[in-house]
């Protein structure tokens, strides 16, 4: 599990906004961003080493002045807003020329602000939160949250690169935006949006902290969408992944949990609590689902289903039921099922058999909120591995077609890592990935490569040798769908090209 790194964002207030229903500037990150790409938020970035060298007036602590500082370099680089004092009297030419400077590496930061005879005051700089990225991301953030007033005949505008759009919004309507299913957000955006839509109350600060997330402790219950919860555990899963999503979905009346695969007490504690909360609500759990039969997506079904009672359906394919030896299967599901919970809103959920990672993998599919819950076939960290028999390259490319083809997708959940708000282009990127490594793999072939092991020192030369076992299983998978494309074949112990 890695370190999570400081950083820093502002929530930038609109001057002489209405205090009952405040304008923020949100913005919406580049879809090329590896780390939450095509996600909306507040401007910010991870903390360099030279924020640390500006001095901060009235900042409570060193580590508060570089928090600031930070913020402040980064709400300039992102937004062209230059939070500090003596900006006033620089002109918008002049800040577009120091802005230039910096992006270009000319001046530092603490060097450009020194220059100017620029200061930073952090009573400019209303701390309104701490929050860390959940441990199921490989890139973890300590980051710090300040709402800051947009200094007067400043105009925040989106420096291409990083961001994609930005726009001044009540963060009333942004979180209705939200509501609707039409932007994906992490926790302390929506936080952050849900508590302004409360107007600038005296004890605004107080409700940004009010949640223990909000003070650095991490958020087990992640909702990218409302009524999908994501509550990742850990399991004994393929590095880089540590943890495997749960995804507890519900309406007023009924719960549906799906992948409750940690075999470790601890978390199946907690998953267990987060349940017991969504019941005491006033819940039912309808089932427990299975996306497939991997022990990191079943490794916690038993001991939830006895914490419940015993008497909650577990639901998967009947292929999964068939190789699954630990855990009984109580009812079949099949392809183009609809499931649909009682209760509001209206959540309907239509199973599609998608196989390729495992003969009886299951993804499903929420066309009134555009959410696709993707299991292993897709993830948002790390990559899938075809490992046959259970894994098949054939079927696995016709599922992610099959996948590619539903319309109105915004956001993908799959079994590990964070959501995914790009949903055709991620798509599209593992299938081509895919096809790009087949390319490799028949051109390895007929230059004379006969086994798994000579293509993947051929081929995978971007993967440690660490990873070469797994490597060679992934190569057979594509051998197998290349034989039965009839490109290749195999003579003896040996693939040549047909
Ligand atoms: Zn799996």
Same mark, same amino acid.
């Given at each position: 599990m890695s370190t999570p790194k400081d950083a820093a964002a502002v929530i930038l207030l609109r001057q002489d906004t209405d205090p009952t229903q405040p304008e923020i500037f949100w913005v919406k990150r580049s879809?090329?961003?590896?780390?939450? @790409? /095509?996600f909306h938020a507040f401007p910010g970035g991870q903390i360099d080493a030279?924020?640390?060298e500006v001095e901060v007036r009235n900042a409570p602590s060193t580590e508060a002045s570089a928090m600031i500082s930070g913020a402040a370099r980064e709400l300039f680089e992102e937004l062209g807003v230059l939070a500090t004092h @003596? /900006?006033?009297?620089?002109?918008k030419g002049q800040r577009v020329s120091l802005l230039d400077d910096l992006e270009s590496g000319r001046m530092s930061w603490p060097a450009l602000l020194k220059h100017y005879e620029l200061y930073l005051d952090a009573n400019d700089f209303t701390f309104v939160g701490r929050w860390v990225t959940p441990p199921f991301n490989a890139r973890r953030f300590d980051t710090w949250f300040f709402l800051v007033n947009c200094p007067p005949k400043q105009e925040p505008h989106v420096v291409p690169g990083e961001l994609a759009s930005g726009e001044w919004i009540k963060a009333r309507d942004a979180y209705e935006s939200w509501l609707r299913a039409e932007v994906v957000a992490v926790p302390p955006t929506l936080h952050a949006l849900q508590t302004l839509a409360g107007g600038l109350t005296n004890d605004l600060v107080e409700r940004f902290l009010a949640?223990?997330?909000?003070?650095g402790e991490t958020a087990r219950r992640i909702e990218f969408r409302p009524h999908y919860i994501c509550f990742p555990v850990r399991t004994p899963?393929?590095?880089?992944?540590t943890h495997t999503n749960c995804y507890l979905v519900h309406t007023s009346e009924e719960l549906l949990i799906f992948d409750p695969g940690s075999p470790y007490e601890d978390e199946q504690q907690a998953l267990a609590q987060c349940v017991d909360e969504l019941i005491a609500e006033g819940r039912k759990v309808r089932e427990i689902v299975l996306t497939h039969l991997h022990p990191d997506h079943v490794g916690g079904v038993n001991v939830l289903k006895k914490h419940l009672g015993g008497s909650v359906p577990v639901a998967a394919h009947r292929m999964t039921a068939q190789f699954l030896t630990d855990v009984q299967v109580d009812r079949f599901i099949e392809d183009g099922e609809e499931i649909v919970l009682t209760g509001e809103p209206r959540i309907q959920l239509r199973a599609l058999h998608t196989p390729g990672h495992a003969l009886g993998h299951l993804c499903f599919h929420d066309d009134q909120r555009g959410v696709l819950l993707t299991g292993d076939n897709i993830v948002g960290l790390g990559s899938v591995l075809i490992d046959p028999p259970q894994g098949n390259m054939s079927d696995y490319l016709a599922s992610l077609k099959r996948m590619g083809e539903l319309p109105n997708l915004s956001v993908l959940f799959g079994g590990h890592g964070p959501a995914m708000a790009t949903p055709y282009q991620k798509i599209s990127e593992y299938i081509s990935h895919r096809l790009e490594r087949e390319k490799n793999i028949l051109e390895a072939v007929r230059e004379g490569a006969g086994t798994p092991k000579e293509i993947v020192e051929r081929?995978?030369?971007?993967?440690?040798?660490?990873a070469y076992a797994m490597a060679e299983r992934a190569v057979l998978a594509h051998l197998e769908k290349l034989a039965a494309d009839g490109s290749v074949q195999l003579e003896g112990n040996l693939w040549v090209a047909s």
């Open positions: 879809d090329k961003l590896a780390f939450l @790409g /095509g030279s924020d640390s @003596g /900006g006033d009297l620089l002109t949640r223990r997330h909000a003070r899963t393929r590095p880089p992944a081929v995978y030369t971007d993967v440690s040798p660490k």
